[in-house]
């Protein structure tokens, strides 16, 4: 290897030093900064945007104005993408499109258009050199995590620093080919449609994808006139009601199927009355559903207040025996002591009971973090809209049709 490639190796490698530097020190957290390191940079600081715990709800909310909005490419960018990757079909059906970006995202940006005939969509594209750079910068920081699990072997059981790498890798990649929208958006649709027996289900759609207009660069949809759950939280538009019929729908797909969107955080919601709509829909999770349906019994026992009982739910479903049961149970009802106010953050509870369970000896199967992460979103959204409720004793009337 050179000396130029190692310089720009390293270069690289401090960069992602520089990112959790960022993240972790007390000041307040520059979100431009950390959109102008890439697409790998703002992915992991995505993941970490829901860790109230290591972070505090400040920050946290600082961060997810990634999840939405970041600086978008200049209209000859986005032109250019379209004349190199759109197909014959996209110049024959389309008849103008908005110079002016409607959303640009870390991977993407969207720009509203029409069809012959009038009918509204939106355009979305890759920004050029995304998957370039990514790759690149994926090598960097994975450098970085087998450095700091060499020197702190315990990170990788609290943290699992590399799966969450390899994690980020994998739904990024999926992401980056903009055909595998449609083949999430398909499979989530049959799902729904499999739950005749839910009405609430019948309030929940998907945009339409134009596929002869697309490409894996190129993306043509139905345009949705409606708000993002993201701007209905800033405008304080978005009820707790809503949320709970969210978590009522989400929880069909997490708990009962143990196949659902990956990455639902508020800006890939939009909603209208009773109506939800999902969007981004590439990455589709599948969780071992011994364990999604143990995660769902631990937070119906935490909803009746029988921390006992969820400690006991929580050693069931480790693949390894607490060191202490009657100690761990211990621990646990001190843990959860005063949270029946209502006033503690799920996120954080579960991330301490995470270190609490690790720390006693237990571990869990590959895959849990997927489904926590999905609670940390809905969590964060409670905290948004209504932080004195309080949601697992709400969640309690339909937690039937959710196991």
Not at 70 to 91: G, H, S
Request: aromatic letters at 10%; a neutral charge; proline letters at 4%.
């Amino acid at each position: 290897m050179s000396i130029a490639s190692v310089a720009y190796h390293v270069s690289r490698i401090l960069k992602f030093i520089l990112l959790f530097r960022l993240i972790f020190r007390k000041r307040e957290i520059e979100v431009a900064r950390i959109e102008q390191m890439g697409l790998l940079a703002v992915k992991i600081a995505q993941m970490y945007a829901v860790r109230s715990d290591l972070l505090g709800l400040d920050k946290c909310r600082q961060l997810q104005a990634l999840y939405e909005a970041t600086t978008p490419i200049a209209w000859a960018e986005f032109e250019a993408i379209l004349n190199q990757y759109a197909p014959q079909a996209f110049w024959e059906a389309v008849t103008e499109i908005d110079q002016s970006p409607l959303a640009a995202a870390s991977l993407g940006q969207v720009h509203a258009a029409r069809l012959q005939g009038g009918t509204k969509v939106v355009v979305k594209v890759i920004k050029p050199h995304a998957q370039e750079h990514f790759e690149k910068d994926l090598r960097a920081v994975r450098f970085l995590a087998r450095v700091a699990v060499t020197f702190y072997p315990k990170l990788k059981r609290l943290a699992d620093p590399l799966g969450t790498i390899e994690t980020i890798a994998r739904l990024t990649r999926t992401e980056l080919n903009l055909e595998n929208e449609a083949v999430g958006t398909s499979r989530l649709e049959v799902l729904r449609d499999e739950a005749r027996d839910l009405p609430h289900m019948k309030n929940l759609y998907f945009p339409k994808i134009y596929t002869a207009l697309s490409s894996p660069q190129v993306l043509v949809t139905e345009q949705l006139e409606v708000n993002s759950v993201g701007k209905g939280l800033q405008k304080n538009d978005f009820t707790y009601e809503q949320l709970l019929a969210l978590f009522r729908t989400h929880g069909y797909f997490l708990f009962f199927r143990g196949e659902f969107h990956g990455d639902l955080h508020p800006g890939n919601i939009f909603y209208a009355g009773e109506k939800l709509w999902f969007i981004d829909n590439a990455n589709i999770e599948q969780a071992d559903q011994n364990f999604s349906k143990g995660l769902l019994r631990f937070l119906g026992k935490l909803g009746e207040q029988d921390y006992q009982g969820a400690a006991q739910v929580m050693q069931e479903l480790s693949l390894s025996p607490p060191n202490d049961k009657q100690r761990d149970y211990e621990k646990f009802t001190h843990l959860y002591s005063g949270f029946e106010s209502g006033k503690s953050s799920l996120t954080n509870q579960m991330m301490e009971t995470v270190k609490l369970c690790v720390n006693s000896g237990m571990e869990f199967p590959e895959g849990a973090f997927p489904v926590i992460k999905s609670l940390m979103y809905l969590d964060g959204m409670v905290l948004k809209c209504a932080p004195e409720a309080r949601l697992l004793e709400d969640v309690l009337e339909f937690m039937g049709d959710l196991s």
